[in-house]
């Protein structure tokens, strides 16, 4: 890059590092899944445009990874030109056809969420009993109404509350092994399966990549499929979230949340519970013999 191209803004650098690898907006969103019209607003500058610091810094993150920039460059280039005020939000990646990008889970607290479907039940009965009074007798009664219970809402998070399905229908995640169907050409000398209760950052580099690649969770959750599993992006599984990834060599893992986190290298149960959180951990062959981790 030419002398002074880390002084640049962060739109600045990603613009011309595109056209320097003679490529169009249109081969960044099929590389990325980053919408065409975020990957103009980012190249402008016009981070306003982005749902949030979070967010911006997620899509930024994927940008430059794909470009293969260097990333904290960017990232350092944004935090100069937004200032410190934003930074420490955590960092979580959506996938393809996401128009609004939005936060995970639910903003009101389930006592809220009870109170207002019992509010909508007493309305929905005092208005049956107003508008069916006197149907089915004589002048004067009241038609009896059968109330069917209301299930409590399920708490925000978790995979049977976004997919829909209650636990036992969704599928048992793959032990980490030679078996996992991941996709055609993905190495397999060394598959990891990391699994999470609910969706959070996590980070994997597999070989010789330059950059952490953050985890792609899709804007509507998909159960694991029984083959062709697509390295780093989470599917729904019974308890949570199954990502998978394979490698020749080696990986490097960050995690932003451990708890009720778990990790599996070629079927080796690894020690999450000694990681430390947001710290790269990195797993070869050693960690199958418990020499890492």
């Not at 960044?28 to 749902?51: C, F, N, Q, W």
């Amino acid at each position: 890059m030419a002398e002074g191209f880390a002084s640049k803004t962060p739109g600045q650098q990603l613009r011309e590092a595109r056209k320097a690898r003679g490529l169009e907006l249109g081969a960044a969103h099929e590389g990325t899944k980053i919408p065409v019209r975020l990957l103009e607003a980012m190249e402008r500058d016009e981070y306003h445009k982005v749902s949030g610091p979070l967010y911006v810094r997620s899509f930024l993150r994927n940008y430059a990874g794909w470009l293969e920039m260097d990333v904290e460059q960017v990232l350092a280039a944004y935090e100069a030109l937004a200032g410190s005020a934003e930074a420490g939000d955590d960092d979580v990646t959506w996938s393809e056809d996401t128009v609004q990008v939005r936060r995970v889970g639910s903003t009101m607290r389930r006592e809220v969420i009870i109170g207002m479907v019992a509010v909508v039940v007493v309305v929905a009965v005092a208005l049956g009993l107003w508008l069916g009074g006197g149907d089915d007798g004589p002048a004067g009664t009241t038609r009896r109404v059968e109330v069917e219970p209301v299930d409590e809402p399920s708490a925000p998070g978790g995979a049977d509350s976004l997919v829909g399905e209650v636990a036992a229908e969704l599928p048992v995640p793959w032990p980490a092994s030679s078996d996992v169907p991941l996709e055609q050409g993905t190495p397999r000398a060394l598959v990891l399966r990391v699994l999470l209760p609910e969706p959070a950052n996590c980070s994997v580099r597999a070989d010789g990549q330059q950059a952490l690649r953050p985890v792609v969770w899709p804007e509507a959750p998909r159960p694991l499929p029984d083959a062709s599993i697509e390295p780093g992006v989470a599917y729904a599984v019974r308890g949570g979230y199954a990502i998978y990834w394979g490698a020749e060599d080696n990986f490097t893992v960050e995690l932003g949340d451990l708890t009720g986190a778990s990790a599996m290298l070629n079927g080796v149960t690894l020690p999450v519970e000694r990681w430390q959180t947001g710290q790269p951990v990195v797993l070869d062959r050693h960690a199958l013999d418990g020499s890492d981790g």
